[in-house]
């Protein structure tokens, strides 16, 4: 099948263009720039040894994307364009509302006009309210609703619903929506990761920033939690085995019975943050500086997933350890730090040292 994937040359994106050329699809691939480099579509072609059309267009400007409708054909669409922190999202609410949504609508909105009828949206975990107690499960959403916490969520949950309504109206259009908890580590050449633009907004780039000493500590946002050590509890699923998920969904368009899957992606299991602090020193044999300051607005106790669901209707399971979350990510922080090189070596003597 070929796909375009908006927001291709993001973190989740990225490494899912990779998996689907594994499996015989091929991509067109559109993203902005606006928290990804180009740089990055550049190692993605050497992964996958050939190259992908890729277009720097922001999807919430209709005119242009449909010059990519016109020019390129594909028969579905991954959906990761959107702008993705929660507390970036509480102090810049309208930033989100206006390029998560319109950006959902103005893909949705081509599609019609170029009769595609197959798309797979990537929600978040996040549309579970603060209630929800995990493990949560699929149908747990229903109820928590008027629970979200933040901005992002929020988005999440309307782009969720606009998908719902379309499906109910128009059989011939099949929709996945992926909520997925919080995707971590990188791919094992260490040429693509997450590395976004700025401040780190999300745990891991930043523990790696750290870690490599472009930062001088890491921020851990309360430590007054409901948890076994005061610090935020999350399902850590490793980038590669979510791309993987991803792939998984396509079989969903051949199914007859229905136009509409709901899936969570995730390895069922909970990880606190100072665990993750400590996982990440174990695997790369140094230590993390960080410093307990205020919650961050917007977070929540635990949330982790019941993954059933995807386990079995997707013959998908989250595989990798957070063991290999923390090595894959170090290992493509150092890479980028040292710009190329012979990596594996200069890692070796790093952790000596």
Request: with cysteine; glycine share 8%; net charge positive.
């Amino acid at each position: 099948m070929r796909i375009l994937v908006a927001g291709g040359a993001g973190y989740i994106g990225s490494h899912t263009i990779v998996e689907l050329y594994k499996k015989g699809h091929t991509v067109v691939c559109v993203d902005n720039l606006y928290n990804s480099k180009l740089k990055v579509i550049k190692n993605i072609e050497k992964i996958i040894g050939t190259n992908i059309p890729f277009y720097k267009v922001d999807c919430c400007n209709k005119k242009k994307l449909e010059t990519v409708f016109k020019k390129e054909s594909f028969e579905a669409v991954i959906m990761f364009q959107g702008y993705k922190a929660v507390g970036e999202s509480v102090k810049k609410p309208l930033e989100y509302y206006r390029n998560n949504i319109d950006s959902a609508l103005t893909i949705l909105e081509l599609m019609d006009k170029f009769n595609i009828h197959n798309v797979i949206f990537s929600s978040s975990a996040t549309v579970y309210g603060k209630n929800c107690k995990s493990p949560i499960k699929e149908s747990d959403n229903s109820q928590c609703l008027n629970e979200i916490t933040n901005p992002y969520g929020e988005t999440k949950a309307m782009i969720e619903r606009i998908l719902m309504d379309k499906a109910k109206s128009d059989k011939t259009f099949k929709a996945v929506i992926l909520r997925y908890f919080n995707p971590v580590g990188a791919h094992e050449s260490g040429l693509i990761g997450e590395d976004p633009n700025g401040i780190p907004n999300n745990l891991m780039p930043y523990i790696a920033k750290v870690a490599t000493g472009k930062l001088p500590y890491l921020n851990v946002y309360g430590n007054d939690y409901k948890t076994k050590d005061g610090t935020g509890v999350r399902d850590y699923i490793h980038v590669v085995d979510l791309a993987i998920g991803h792939v998984a969904t396509i079989k969903c368009f051949n199914n007859k019975k229905t136009n509409l899957w709901i899936y969570n992606l995730g390895t069922g299991k909970g990880t606190s943050v100072l665990d993750l602090v400590k996982e990440y020193e174990n695997a790369n044999k140094l230590s993390i500086k960080y410093k307990i300051v205020g919650r961050r607005e917007g977070d929540i106790d635990k949330l982790y997933c019941n993954p059933k669901r995807a386990n079995e209707e997707l013959n998908w399971q989250a595989s990798r350890t957070v063991n290999a979350m923390c090595e894959s990510s170090y290992k493509y922080e150092f890479n980028n730090k040292i710009s190329g090189g012979e990596l594996c070596q200069k890692t070796k003597k790093l952790k000596k040292k």
